[in-house]
């Protein structure tokens, strides 16, 4: 037989004001400024202090320079009053960032804040706009497949054969298609391989010279002897002089690349944006002598604020009016507490991560210290998804003006990334994998010879063989 019976329980529920608060910890100054002007649109409770936008790019700022176009403000640095602990050094710092943002448009140019907003055309755009040109209908098709199927150095890596089947095609309607791709600019991209990339770079007409007939011939018929650098072993099968080779060697060492998607360039970069868009920092770590201090980029809970002509509505007769004004100013409450809850957030868990990596700060690379997100919710008794969204997207300028993603401070490889890099840059001839990990042994860094190749595939550093003349 069914009986009902009733049973109490408790379960823990997030509620609504703590999803808002974890959106907006996650949030960097650039989207928690989109987020505020959005809601302000939308929610007549929420106000936002137009008069502190920045005139040029409308970012809000407490005054000084604008942090995201590098606009002045109206009144000179000395009338201009600074907001925050360390007024003083944020003016070093706004003016370092003032003349690398005038820096960049040139001496001979006015300008533009446009200039700091992401460009919208990435290579495999630019590549496929080249397609469009040249190909229409089911070779079109194919050739974008083909255009997102390259790696980050612009190579062809995947099977012709797979490639095939999924287009019903047969392997040599890919081939021609593909050799189309490997018409386009940058030159070299769509190789499959080293070698045909070097000679799709040769072939491109791009270079003048008797040392490029040579160095074609050289790639395409003694590629395993360049390959092992036997000079003398070209010299003699090709009948030419030992110094005719090595000019071949020199050429396609310094005028070819082997990744041909570096030499990808905008071809209106100085008429369009830049690639990437301006960082804005969100938080300052500064020396003050021995000390280091943090500053959370924080104008928003100086800026945003519930307006008070609503806050007196809600206590309205009307019961109606009052329940429609409640929800919104209830918003506008939850969202200013948010932010004020973020700022000390922030503060907090910079504090700790600048306390641990301190040496890395002031000292460089070679210091940083081993750190997880679990030991900093550890010590700050948080949660690690706290942690997590509290340095997500998030960038600090250091001391020395450098701006870095927080995501540095949690590398443990950079140390030994940075030394390899400093052990192969100083050494006066090619080092190999193994000796590269004895001279780290001897200053401390303990890896195995595959953890080295690892880390000098990922500097993109030739092996030994190829480093040497």
């Not at 996650?26 to 137009?50: G, I, R, S, Y």
């Not at 969204?389 to 540095?408: I, M, Q, T, Y």
């Amino acid at each position: 037989m069914q009986d009902f019976s009733l049973v109490q329980k408790q379960q823990m529920r997030i509620i609504p004001v703590q999803i808002q608060a974890n959106a907006i910890l996650a949030m960097n100054t650039l989207e928690l400024q989109q987020f505020l002007d959005t809601e302000a649109a939308e929610n007549p409770a929420l106000v936002v202090d137009d008069k502190a936008r920045c005139p040029v790019c409308g970012f809000l700022r407490t005054g000084g320079t604008c942090p995201l176009c590098g606009a002045p403000s109206h009144k000179n640095d000395s009338e201009t009053p600074e907001v925050g602990q360390f007024p003083n050094l944020e003016v070093r710092h706004e003016r370092v960032h003032l003349e690398q943002a005038f820096a960049a448009a040139g001496q001979d140019e006015t300008f533009d804040p446009f200039r700091t907003v992401a460009g919208s055309i990435d290579l495999r755009d630019y590549l496929e706009q080249q397609a469009r040109l040249n190909l229409a209908g089911r070779r079109l098709r194919i050739a974008k497949y083909l255009i997102d199927s390259l790696d980050d150095d612009g190579y062809f890596r995947e099977s012709l054969y797979e490639t095939a089947e999924r287009f019903a095609a047969s392997v040599p309607e890919i081939e021609s298609v593909l050799a189309v791709v490997q018409t386009f600019d940058p030159p070299g991209i769509g190789a499959r391989d080293l070698r045909e990339c070097l000679l799709i770079q040769l072939r491109s007409g791009n270079f003048d010279g008797p040392e490029v007939a040579l160095a074609e011939r050289i790639v395409s018929e003694h590629w395993d002897d360049l390959s092992k650098l036997k000079l003398k072993s070209i010299a003699k099968k090709t009948n030419l002089p030992i110094e005719s080779v090595r000019e071949a060697h020199d050429f396609i060492r310094t005028k070819l690349t082997p990744h041909p998607a570096s030499g990808y360039q905008n071809p209106f970069h100085r008429i369009s944006p830049r690639e990437s868009a301006s960082v804005v920092p969100d938080i300052f770590i500064i020396q003050d002598g021995e000390e280091l201090l943090v500053r959370v980029v924080d104008c928003h809970s100086e800026m945003v604020k519930v307006d008070e002509t609503y806050e007196h509505i809600c206590r309205s007769s009307d019961e109606e009016l009052r329940r429609y004004i409640k929800e919104h100013v209830e918003r506008a409450k939850v969202i200013v507490e948010s932010i004020e809850m973020r700022k000390k957030t922030l503060t907090r868990v910079a504090l700790a991560v600048v306390e641990h990596q301190r040496e890395f700060i002031l000292h460089g690379p070679t210091r940083l210290k081993p750190l997880r997100q679990k030991d900093i919710a550890r010590e700050l008794g948080l949660h690690e998804s706290t942690i997590c969204r509290a340095l997500a997207n998030k960038h600090c300028r250091l001391p020395s003006g450098e701006l870095v993603s927080f995501d540095v401070f949690f590398d443990c490889a950079m140390p030994v990334r940075e030394m390899i890099s400093r052990i192969i840059s100083v050494s006066p001839e090619p080092l190999s994998d193994s000796q590269i990990a004895k001279r780290l042994a001897e200053q401390g860094f303990v890896v195995a010879r595959r953890t080295v190749a690892k880390y000098r595939d990922q500097l993109r550093l030739l092996p030994y063989q190829l480093r040497s003349a």
